[in-house]
């Protein structure tokens, strides 16, 4: 089945590998419900894609945590037409230690990276299901396959992402609805200015463009992949996981992990 028709529900499409994803998908003829809280990004974003005349971008300025979004989100789609895409890329991190952190701050990082994943799920894919297809792309990380000290609320976020998406891949089998977890190493994004404020850090020498990820992942998602790496040092990181030790890989993690990115490693001793 194309899926080019139909509406793409994307959240955080004001930046990042949202907007790469929102424009992608616009550009290739999907109309486009762009979700996010700036909406002069969104106005942007949608300015350009009448510009270059592709599919049109609706801006949609919702904070996606609030309080019945995911219903406003459903019935916003199903006045467009109905959807036929829901991506679910709107997330953040908080880089520091734990007990550093503000507890509400960490709190609305599961409400956002994981909680608004769930609703939206279970407002649109009842959709697409009846439309008897559909794709579903959840932004999930690199992270998602090891513990990650000095952001230890996103990593276990993006393990519940990837999890999340697997089964419900699994239970979705001959609807015609797909599941994608995406889960790329870095991207050049806003989100470590977000997380870390003030902080900055290092450009890898490998890190994937918004761009190259948001095509890796629409491509993935139109294959029905059910999880999606993008590179091979990506996919050979993930795979490191799944053959060493926890507590390697923990050390691993603590050491490697944001020291590379150019953030301290984080302070306390890791214990096996
Ligand atoms: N960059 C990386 O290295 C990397 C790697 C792996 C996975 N990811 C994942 O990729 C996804 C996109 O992140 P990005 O790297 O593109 O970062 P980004 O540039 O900071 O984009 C984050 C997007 O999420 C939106 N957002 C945040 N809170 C929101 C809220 N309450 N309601 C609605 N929208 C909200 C932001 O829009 P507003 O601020 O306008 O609301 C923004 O559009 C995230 O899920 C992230 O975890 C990123």
Redo the contacts with the bound molecule.
Sequence with gaps: MTTTSGLAIV?????????ALAQKLAARGQPVLA????AH??EELSARARAAGHASIHPFE?????EG?AERVRDRARELGGASWLV??????RIGPFLEGDPAAHAMLVR??CE?VVALCAAIVPDLVARGGGRVLN?????AFQPTPGQSV?GAT?AFVLSFSESLAVELDGTGVTVTA?????????????GAPGVPRKKLPL??S?EG?AAYGIAAAERGDVVAIPTALSKATAQLSRVLPRAAIRRLSARVGLPLLGYGAPRRGVRD
């Design positions: 959240t955080g499409a004001s930046s990042g590998i949202g907007a979700i996010g809280r700036r990004r969104l919702l904070d996606v945590t609030a979004a679910n890329n709107a997330g953040a991190t956002l990276n608004t932004v999930a990380s690199l992270a996103y993006k995406l889960c790329p190493g870095p991207v050049t994004t806003e989100i470590f200015d977000v890190e994937l918004a990820c």
